[in-house]
């Protein structure tokens, strides 16, 4: 799976739209993009994913860059439950490697 | 809406001890990860399981460690010979499929604590 960048921390204020960025140059025609979060002292969380269309669920938004070399994550308006580490991941569609490769992801800080 | 459930959440056990950790995964879903995170560190991928058999291991999966589905609905994670080191919240995973445009759902994982 290819790597992905993001920042170590962001902080935002509760009730705003938050927007997470993801770097991915080397992503390949057949990687689809997750997002996982893991609040604390939780299990990890599936929240989104996609190939190169917008992609829209209850949880968030995936707006995906049109090289697809970067995406966003958009929390359309954050609340104190949203505060978490999110990380951004490569999965190959064609690819019989079944793990997630985890990095260090983005601690989300909302302040009341 | 369907969830993967662990037991326990949390395991205390001595060096040398054998433990056991259990999960049920979501009833439709054919596909099974154990993972672990040591504290304040990242996650790490352990084993993924397929029609009872092990389809990938990490490193980190060497002969102390083993898995089971020893029925329709369970699917565990054994030490043999537990270390210090094995301490560390372990989660159990499961998706419908192993393909990379599928989601993998995970429980709210065990704390094990060895002593």
């Known amino acids: 799976d290819a790597k992905t960048t993001q920042p170590n921390s962001m902080e935002s204020n509760e009730e705003e739209p938050v927007h997470l960025p993801c770097n991915h140059s080397?992503?390949?025609?057949?990687?689809?993009i997750h997002w996982y979060r893991q609040l604390p002292s939780q299990g990890p969380e599936y929240v989104i994913h996609g190939l190169t269309s917008n992609v829209n669920n209850r949880m968030a938004s995936l707006a995906i860059a049109e090289d697809r070399k970067s995406s966003t994550l958009i929390l359309h308006r954050a609340t104190l439950r949203d505060a978490a580490v999110y990380y951004c991941i490569l999965r190959d569609a064609m690819d019989s490697n079944y793990q997630l490769i985890w990095g260090a992801g983005t601690k989300l800080i909302i302040k009341p | 809406e369907p969830e993967v459930t662990q037991t326990p959440s949390h395991q205390v056990t001595q060096m040398g001890q054998e433990v056991i950790l259990r999960c049920v995964p979501i009833s439709n879903h054919l596909y099974f990860y154990w993972y672990r995170q040591i504290l304040g560190q990242k996650v790490e991928f352990l084993v993924s399981?397929?029609?009872?058999?092990?389809?990938?291991k990490s490193e980190i999966f060497d002969d102390q460690f083993s898995v089971e589905r020893p029925d329709g609905s369970n699917f565990t994670l054994k030490i043999r010979s537990t270390k210090l080191e094995d301490s560390a919240m372990y989660f159990c995973?499961?998706?419908?499929?192993?393909?990379?445009?599928?989601?993998?759902?995970f429980g709210p994982g065990t704390r094990l604590t060895v002593t």
């Open positions: 080397t992503i390949s025609g057949t990687d689809y």
């Open positions: 995973a499961s998706s419908a499929q192993d393909r990379g445009y599928k989601e993998q759902y």
């Open positions: 399981f397929y029609n009872n058999e092990i389809s990938e």
